[in-house]
C-alpha cells in the first residue's frame, strides 16, 4: 500500500537539543531561585511543575486509548507523538522523588503531632498516612507504565507485521486502561494536590484532572503536529481537514474545563459551607483573585474566542500558537490548585515557580524529541491510516 | 500484499459495518418510511398500543383532577422528606430526553453517519419526555395556573420577581429552553421531510395539510445551503444546552447544603446519566419499532450496537460517580456526609441502594460483550432494567438523603401513595400516546439525510473545459 | 429582448436528472455557459450546488452570534433589573448582583436567542413560507423531494433562448427538459 517510512525529519533532533538547552538554563534558574528562596518554596514549585508536565504524559496515554477505541483520522496523525510521550513515564516515575523528599513539606499529615492536635486528619489517616501513600504512588506508576509499554510494543509491533489482531488488541487494554486511568488518576489528583489541605474535598477534582490533563496533552501534540507538517515527510500529509478536527477538540476539551472548573466553584459558592469554602476563600483575596480572573480571561475566554472561528482551526500558524498558549496557561491553573494552600496570606511568586517548569519542561521535550525520531512519524499499519491519508471536510 | 489485503478485510469487518441494508436506492428508503403515514390501513399493533397509551392518559388526567381538588397533600411527600415522586420522576424523563439531542446535535458535530435514521424519532422522544417532566414540577406547585409569576420574571402587581440565585429559576430557564429549542430543531428537521410527503400524498386531505407544514420547501441549492447551515449552527446551539439542562438539573441538589445533594460532581455524573438512560429509552422503543415496522435495512444493527456502546460508556462515568461519592464521603470526615453514605447502604432504603448498585454497576457490565449487544430481545429487556436502575438512583439521592434530617426528631420514612404512582404511571401513557402518534402521521425517519449516505449521492465537481470560474 | 416570452407565461425550462453527479455536471456547465438565473432542485443537500450556481455563503452566521449576543445582554440586564433595582433581597449575605449565579439564566438566553434566530432567520431567508411558485407547476417536479435531480433556467436570463437553451440542456444528459408555466 505504501513504501514510505515516514522517518523523522532534523527538526526531531532540533527539538531534543533544544529540550536540553532549556533544561540546563531551568536547572541554573532553579539553582539560582533555590539559592534565593530556599528548599520549601522549592519543594511548592517543583510539586507545581511536576504535576503540569506529568499531565502531558498522563494526558497523551488517554488520548491514545480513546483513539484505539474510537478510530479516527484525527487520532492516526498523531498517534506516535502521543505514544512517545507515553514512553516519558518511566522519566516521570524517577521524577516523582524530589516530591517523596519534600513530603514532609509539602503535606501536613505526615507530621504525627500534627494528626494528633487535629481529628479531621485523624479521621482520614487510614488513607492520609506516607505507608499508603507512597505504596499507592508505585500501584498508579505500574498501572500507567504497564499499559504505555504494552500499547507501544503492539504499535511497534504492528508496524512490523501488519497483524490486525493488534488493533483489535489495543482496543480490548484500551476500553479497561480508560477505567483503570480514570480512577488511579482520581486518587492521584487527592494525594498530590487535593491532600495538601488535608481538610478540602471536592468530588469532581479527579475529573478536573482528567480532562485538564488531556487538553495538556492534546494542545502538546497539536504544536508538534504543526512543527512535524512544515517539513517533509508529514508536509505532503498533514492538511486543513486534520487540523480543523483537532482544533475542535482542543474547543471541546477548553469547554469541557470550564464547565467543570465553573461547576465546582457555583457549588461551592452557592452552598457556602464551612468545610468547603475556605478553599475560595483564600483563592478570593490578597492578590490571588487576580489569578482566579487571570484563568477566566486567558485560560478560557481568549483561546476560546479565536476557536470560535472555522478560519482559525484551519490555520496552521495560528491553531500552533493557540495551542502552545494552552499548553503554557495550563501551568497557571496547577499553581492556582497548589500555590495558594501554601501562602493563604497572599500572592506570592519567586524565581523558582518559575525555573521549575523550564527545567522539567526541557527535560520532558528532550526525551519527548528522542522518543519521536525512534520510530516513523506515522503508524505504517494502522488501519485508518489510507482514510486519514486521504481525509478532506469543508 | 496479500497481507495488506487480508488487512484491509479484517478491519473492514471492524470499523465499517454498514449504517444502510444493502440494495437500497433513492426510491426504497423514501418509500419505506412514507408510507407509514400515508398508508391508509392502521396496524393492529398500533390500534392496540396506542389504547395502551391512552389508558395511561386517562388514568394521568384522573390523577391530575383529584389533585387540583384536594392539593398536594394526596401524595405521600410530607416533612422531611418534601420531594419525592414529583422530582424523581422530573429528573427521570428529562434525562431520557437528552439522548434524543444527543443523537441528533452532539453526533451530527462529530459527522457520525449512524445518527441520521434514529434521530428524528430520538429527537422525538426528547420532546415527548421534556412534556412529561415539565408536568411534575408544574403540578408540585399546587396552582399551576398561578405558577406565571412564580417560575417567570411577569411584572406583577406585588412587585415580586423571581429569585435569580436560586437554581429552580436556572431551572425554568433551562428547560423552558431547551423545550424550545428542542420543538424548534425538530420542526427544522422535518421540513424537507413534509415536502416529500407533501409530494407523494394521493388522498387530498394529507396533501393540503402537509402541503401547508412544508412551508413550499422546494429543495433549490440556495435552501438547502441555507437549511445546513441553519443545521450545524441548531446542533451546535444544542449540544452546549444539553449539558447545561442537567447540569442545572443537578445544581437543584448540588447547591444546597443537604448531605446527599450537595456534591461537585454532580454535573458531569448527572449528564452521563441522562445520556445513559436516555440511549435506554432510544432501545427500548427503537428495538420493537424496527421490527414491527420493517425497518431492519435502515436502522442496522451497527445503530444498536453503537447504541449499546454509548450506554456502557456513560455508565462507566455514572458508576465511577457512586465510586466518588461514597470515597468522598468518607474522606471528607464530616459527620453528616459519613453518616449519610451509611444510611444509604444500611439504612431503611438500603435495599434501593443495592439493587442500584447491582444495575447500573453490576449488570450494565454485560454491555462489554459482543454477543449481548447483538441480541436485540436481550437487549431490549436490558434497556427496560437500565431505565429502572436510572429511576432507581434518583431515588436513592432524593429520598435517602432527605429522610434523615440534621435533626433526629425530624427522621419518618416515605411511602409513595397510589397518586404518586398513577401520576408517574400516567405520564408513561402520555408519552406513549404522543409517540404512537407521531409514528402514525409523521415520517419518522430523516429520508433526506439517509438518501446522503448512498455512494451515489457523492458527488465531485469536475470544472470542464467550459468550466474555469 | 425576449419580451414576448413574458407574455407567453414562461418562468424557464426545466432538466430532469436520474442522479446526483449529472446535475453537478450539468451546473457547472450552465454557469460555464454564461447563464446566471440558473437554480437546481434535489432530494437532499448537495453543498457543492451552492458553490458552482450562487457562489457565496448565508449571513446566517452572522445573524445567529448578534442574536446570541443580544441574548446574553438581555440575560443580565434582566436579572440586574430585577434583583438589584426592583426587588433588592439580601440572601445570605451574598452581593446584590450575584453575577455568578447569573452565568446561568444568562447563558440559557442566548442559546434560545441564537437558536429561535437560526431557525426563523433560515426560514425567512428562504422567502418561506410560499404557497405558490412555478416550479410546481411541472408535473414531474413531484419527484424532486423522493430520488430525481432538476436543474431550471429561468426565462428572465439575459441569455435565455428557449431552443437554444433546451438544446444545451437536452445535451447535459436531461431525461427530459419541461416548460414551466409562469
Redesign the interface.
Known amino acids: ?1 505504501t513504501t514510505e517510512t515516514y522517518q523523522a525529519p532534523d527538526s526531531v533532533s532540533g527539538l531534543q537539543t533544544k529540550g536540553i538547552g532549556t533544561a540546563v538554563l531551568g536547572l541554573l534558574l532553579t539553582g539560582a531561585g533555590f539559592a534565593m528562596a530556599g528548599l520549601d518554596r522549592f519543594y511548592e514549585a517543583y510539586l507545581v511543575a511536576y504535576v503540569f508536565w506529568v499531565g502531558v504524559s498522563l494526558g497523551s496515554l488517554a488520548l491514545l486509548m480513546v483513539h484505539h477505541l474510537s ?1 479516527g483520522a484525527w487520532g492516526v496523525v498523531i498517534r506516535r507523538p502521543l505514544e512517545a510521550a507515553t514512553r516519558t513515564l518511566p522519566l516521570m516515575a524517577v521524577l516523582f522523588l524530589p516530591i517523596v523528599a519534600g513530603m514532609g513539606h509539602l503535606y501536613h499529615w505526615t507530621h504525627a503531632d500534627a494528626v494528633a492536635a487535629d ?3 485523624q ?2 489517616e487510614a ?1 492520609l498516612n506516607a505507608p499508603f501513600f507512597l505504596a499507592r504512588q508505585v500501584f498508579y506508576f505500574a498501572c500507567w507504565i504497564v499499559m504505555a509499554t504494552l500499547l507501544n510494543r503492539w504499535s511497534a509491533e504492528q508496524d512490523r ?4 489482531a493488534l ?2 488488541k489495543m482496543a480490548r487494554l484500551s ?1 479497561g486502561g480508560l ?1 483503570v486511568f ?2 488511579t488518576v ?1 486518587f492521584a489528583a ?1 494525594d498530590w494536590t487535593m491532600s495538601v489541605n488535608p481538610h478540602w ?7 478536573l484532572y482528567m480532562v485538564g490533563q488531556g487538553l495538556s496533552a492534546l494542545a502538546f501534540v497539536i504544536a508538534v503536529l504543526v512543527m512535524l507538517s512544515t517539513v517533509p515527510p508529514l508536509d505532503r500529509v498533514v492538511n486543513a481537514s486534520h487540523l480543523h478536527d483537532l482544533g ?1 477538540l482542543l474547543f471541546a476539551f477548553l ?1 469541557l474545563w470550564a ?2 472548573s ?12 464551612a ?1 468547603e469554602i475556605p478553599h475560595y476563600l483564600v483563592r478570593s483575596a490578597g492578590g490571588w483573585q487576580w489569578v482566579g480572573w487571570s484563568l477566566v480571561l486567558l485560560h478560557f475566554a481568549l483561546p476560546y474566542g479565536l476557536l470560535l472561528a472555522r478560519d482559525t482551526k484551519r490555520n496552521f500558524n495560528r491553531l500552533r500558537v493557540i495551542a502552545m498558549w494552552v499548553v503554557v496557561i495550563r501551568l497557571l491553573d496547577y499553581y492556582w490548585h497548589v500555590a495558594p494552600e501554601f501562602h493563604t496570606t497572599g500572592l506570592s511568586v519567586t524565581l523558582v515557580d518559575v525555573a521549575l517548569p523550564i527545567a522539567l519542561g526541557g527535560i520532558f521535550v528532550a526525551v519527548f524529541a528522542a522518543q519521536l525520531k525512534g520510530r516513523p512519524l506515522l503508524p505504517l ?1 494502522d ?2 491510516l489510507a482514510k486519514a491519508l486521504t481525509h478532506h ?2 | 500484499m496479500a ?2 489485503g ?3 478485510a ?2 473492514t469487518a ?2 465499517d459495518e454498514p449504517v444502510l441494508g444493502p440494495g437500497q436506492n433513492y426510491e426504497t428508503i423514501t418509500e419505506s418510511v412514507a408510507q407509514i403515514p400515508l398508508s391508509s390501513r392502521t396496524p393492529l399493533g398500533w390500534v392496540f398500543g396506542f389504547l395502551i397509551g391512552l389508558g395511561g392518559l386517562m388514568m394521568l388526567q384522573m390523577a391530575i383532577g383529584w389533585l387540583l381538588l384536594r392539593g398536594v397533600g394526596i401524595w405521600g411527600n410530607n416533612v422531611p422528606v418534601g420531594w419525592a415522586f414529583d422530582i424523581i420522576n422530573f429528573v427521570w424523563w428529562i434525562g431520557i430526553g437528552h439522548a434524543g439531542t444527543l443523537i441528533s446535535a452532539i453526533l451530527l ?1 462529530f ?1 457520525q453517519q449512524w445518527r441520521m435514521s434514529i434521530s428524528r424519532f430520538a429527537e422525538a422522544m426528547t420532546i415527548f419526555a421534556v412534556a412529561c417532566a415539565a408536568l411534575f414540577p408544574l403540578l408540585h406547585t399546587g396552582r399551576p395556573w398561578l405558577a406565571a409569576y412564580w417560575l417567570f420574571p411577569y411584572p406583577n402587581t406585588m412587585g415580586l420577581w423571581p429569585q435569580f ?1 436560586s ?1 429552580l429559576i436556572w431551572d425554568v430557564f433551562a428547560v423552558s429552553t431547551y423545550a424550545t429549542v428542542s420543538v424548534v430543531f425538530w420542526i427544522v428537521g422535518l421540513i424537507p421531510d413534509l415536502a416529500t410527503m407533501r409530494d407523494r400524498a394521493v388522498s387530498k386531505v394529507k396533501k393540503h395539510v402537509f402541503g401547508v407544514l412544508a412551508l413550499g420547501w422546494r429543495g433549490s441549492a440556495r435552501h438547502w445551503h441555507r437549511y445546513e447551515v441553519a443545521t450545524l449552527i441548531l446542533a451546535g446551539l444544542s449540544t ?1 444546552l444539553v ?1 447545561s439542562v442537567h ?1 442545572v438539573v443537578s ?1 437543584d441538589f ?4 443537604l448531605p446527599g445533594w ?7 455524573y448527572f449528564v452521563a446519566g441522562a445520556i445513559y438512560s436516555g440511549f435506554a429509552m432510544v432501545l427500548t422503543l427503537a428495538i420493537p419499532i424496527r421490527a414491527a415496522y420493517g425497518l431492519e435495512h435502515l436502522i442496522t444493527m451497527k445503530h444498536i450496537d453503537n447504541m449499546a456502546k454509548v450506554m456502557l460508556a456513560t455508565a ?1 462515568i455514572v458508576g ?1 460517580g457512586y ?3 461514597a470515597f ?1 464521603a468518607w ?4 459527620p453528616y456526609e459519613r453518616y449519610m453514605m451509611f444510611n444509604r447502604m444500611t439504612g431503611p432504603y438500603g435495599w434501593t441502594y443495592w439493587l442500584l448498585i447491582f444495575v447500573n454497576i453490576g449488570l450494565v457490565q454485560l454491555l ?1 460483550l459482543r454477543s449481548v449487544r447483538y441480541n436485540t430481545k436481550l437487549l431490549f429487556v436490558l434497556s427496560l432494567i437500565f431505565n429502572v436502575g436510572m429511576w432507581l438512583e434518583r431515588f436513592v439521592i432524593i429520598v435517602t438523603s432527605l429522610h434523615r434530617d440534621f435533626l433526629p426528631s425530624s427522621w419518618d420514612m416515605y411511602y409513595p401513595t397510589r397518586w404518586d404512582f398513577m401520576m408517574f404511571f400516567g405520564t408513561i401513557g402520555l408519552f406513549l400516546t404522543l409517540f404512537f402518534l407521531f409514528i402514525r402521521f409523521v415520517p419518522m425517519i430523516a429520508m433526506f439525510e439517509v438518501r446522503t449516505l448512498l455512494p451515489e449521492a457523492k458527488v465531485h465537481v469536475d470544472h470542464g473545459p467550459t468550466g474555469g470560474h | 429582448m425576449h419580451v414576448h416570452e413574458e407574455k407567453t407565461g414562461l418562468y424557464g425550462l426545466m432538466a430532469e436528472f436520474d442522479q446526483a453527479q449529472p446535475l453537478v455536471d450539468a451546473a457547472v456547465a450552465v454557469m460555464g455557459a454564461g447563464y446566471s438565473k440558473v437554480e437546481a432542485y434535489s432530494p437532499f443537500p448537495i ?1 457543492e450546488l451552492n458553490d458552482i450556481i450562487h457562489r457565496k455563503r448565508t449571513i446566517l452566521p452572522k445573524l445567529v452570534l448578534g442574536a446570541g449576543l443580544t441574548g446574553m445582554a438581555s440575560g443580565f440586564a434582566l436579572q440586574y433589573g430585577t434583583s438589584v433595582l426592583a426587588y433588592p433581597l439580601n440572601v ?1 449575605g451574598r452581593p446584590l448582583a450575584t453575577w ?2 447569573w ?2 439564566p444568562s447563558y440559557e438566553l442566548t442559546i434560545l436567542f441564537a437558536a429561535l434566530t437560526a431557525a426563523v432567520g433560515m426560514i425567512a431567508l428562504n422567502g418561506l413560507p410560499q404557497p405558490y411558485h412555478p416550479v410546481f407547476n411541472v408535473e414531474r417536479f413531484d419527484r424532486a423531494s423522493s430520488d430525481k435531480f432538476f436543474l431550471v433556467v429561468e426565462a428572465a436570463d439575459p441569455r435565455f433562448q428557449k431552443d437554444e437553451t433546451t438544446r444545451l440542456l437536452e445535451g447535459l444528459g436531461a431525461k427530459g427538459v419541461y416548460d414551466v408555466a409562469e
Open positions: 500500500m478510530g481529628p479531621i486528619m479521621a482520614k488513607y507485521t501488519g497483524d490486525p488493533a483489535v476500553g477505567l480514570g480512577l482520581t487527592v474535598f471536592s468530588t469532581i477534582w479527579g475529573m475542535k469547554m464547565y467543570l465553573f461547576s465546582q466553584f457555583i457549588i461551592i459558592y452557592s452552598a457556602n459551607l468545610e499499519q488501519p485508518g471536510t469543508h | 497481507q495488506q487480508h488487512m484491509q479484517g478491519s471492524v470499523l458535530l459527522k440565585r437554581p452546549p449539558l447540569t445544581f448540588a447547591v444546597s447544603v450537595h456534591a461537585t460532581i454532580f454535573p458531569p462507566l465511577y465510586v466518588m461519592e468522598f474522606y471528607s470526615a464530616a462489554w | 453543498e445570605g455568578t449565579a452565568v446561568v
